[in-house]
Each structure stands twice: as C-alpha cells, then as structure tokens.
C-alpha cells in the first residue's frame, strides 16, 4: 500500500519513511504544501500522513482543499500541536486520526494499520490467484499455505498483479505503481524484481506464473 508523508522536518520525515518502507509500506515523502500537491495529482495513495506547519502552508488548508476535492482517502495528522482544540480542528477539517508529537513509531503503525482496515470495509483486502493469497491489511504472502517472505518492492509488485490477473501491463504502467519517483524503464530494475518474483513464486517451471512479452510487458497467467 502507498503512503503519502508531509513532513517538512528533514530527520523525521527521513525516519518515518524508513520506518514505513520496514513495514512494506510503498512511501513518498514530500516537505511542502505544493509537493503534496502534486503528488496526489501523479498517483493514487492509500493514505496520508500529514503534518500541519509546512514551510508554504498550513496543512489545515490542505486537508480542507483535499476534502472539498472529494479525496476520501485516510489522512492522519501528525503535529506538535498538541491542544484539544487543534485536534477539534483537525478531526472536523476531516481528518480521520491526529497523533501529537513526539510519539511512537509502534502507535503510529498501529493507528495506520487501524485507518486502513476502516477504508478497506469497501475494499478487497485479500488477494488471490492459483494458491496465491495476498492480505493487504496483514501485509503477508502465502501459497499454497506456506508462507512467502518479500520484501516492500516485491509485496508490492506482486499486489499490482494480483489486481490484473491475465492483464497484460506495460512496464510503463508498472514502474509507475511501484516506484513513486521517475523511472527509467530501459534499466533492468524491473526486470530483476521480476526474477525475483519467479524464483519464490514458481516452483514447477512447467506451471509458469508470469509471461514476458519482450519489449511489452507482463502478464499473470
């Protein structure tokens, strides 16, 4: 899943996208209100982690912008302002949670994880295809009841998958889910996610999982 981190602090907004990415969170980390902007506008994010004094805005405005917009995505207020009425402000702007600073990196995953069940009540949150299971919320991969270890790239790879099975996707459109930064598609970072993917996915190699259509793509068979 994609995270959305708007932090202007240059350490915490460092830890926190270290933190997430440990916890095969997908992170983007922006440090002002234009660059928040814009990110939304690139690609779709599954929440967001917001704080509120950026160094061209108040966050607040961005989270009313935001609302008014109809983005009803989770939005997490992460700020040192800690009063009762700054929370009041927060959670009637629509904010779904606020968490003073300091805090813990444990609660603060707890509450996101708690914020992404609540969206997911309309949403899919187990994936599954020929004895694959992925569970977004859990953030865990099985097959055939064995679990898989993966890494964040590679949960997340596999997700975008998971939701096209049979799809063929071009490597344009898959480069652009996985990575949050431009990507030059003729390296072969993408390629060697790949292999990966195959060499714990597909035991028999009479039974392929994966088809290349060179110069194209992939495709989940």
Not at 88 to 109: C, M, N, R, T
Request: charged share 30%; proline share 4%.
């Amino acid at each position: 899943m994609k995270i959305l981190v708007v932090e202007d602090q240059r350490r915490l907004g460092q830890f926190l996208k270290k933190g997430l990415s440990e916890h095969s969170y997908t992170v983007t980390w922006v440090q002002t209100c234009r660059e928040a902007r814009d990110a939304l506008c690139e690609t779709h994010y599954d929440g967001i982690i917001l704080d509120l004094g950026l160094p061209d805005g108040d966050g607040l405005d961005l989270l009313r912008e935001w609302r008014k917009s109809g983005f009803n995505e989770p939005v997490l207020i992460l700020s040192a302002r800690d009063a009762v009425q700054d929370r009041v402000q927060g959670l009637d702007l629509g904010a779904d949670d606020y968490l003073p600073k300091p805090f813990s990196l444990e609660e603060l995953l707890a509450r996101i994880r708690s914020l992404l069940r609540r969206q997911a009540s309309t949403k899919e949150t187990v994936l599954e295809h020929r004895a694959i299971r992925l569970d977004l919320l859990a953030r865990t991969v099985t097959q055939n009841g064995q679990a898989v270890e993966m890494t964040s790239r590679e949960f997340a790879l596999l997700e975008v998958f998971l939701q096209n099975p049979g799809r063929v996707l071009p490597r344009t459109l898959i480069c652009e889910k996985i990575w949050e930064t431009n990507y030059d598609i003729d390296t072969n970072l993408l390629d060697v996610y790949m292999s990966k993917l195959r060499m714990k996915l597909e035991a028999d190699p009479a039974k392929p999982l994966f088809r290349t259509l060179r110069g194209v793509g992939y495709q989940l068979l």
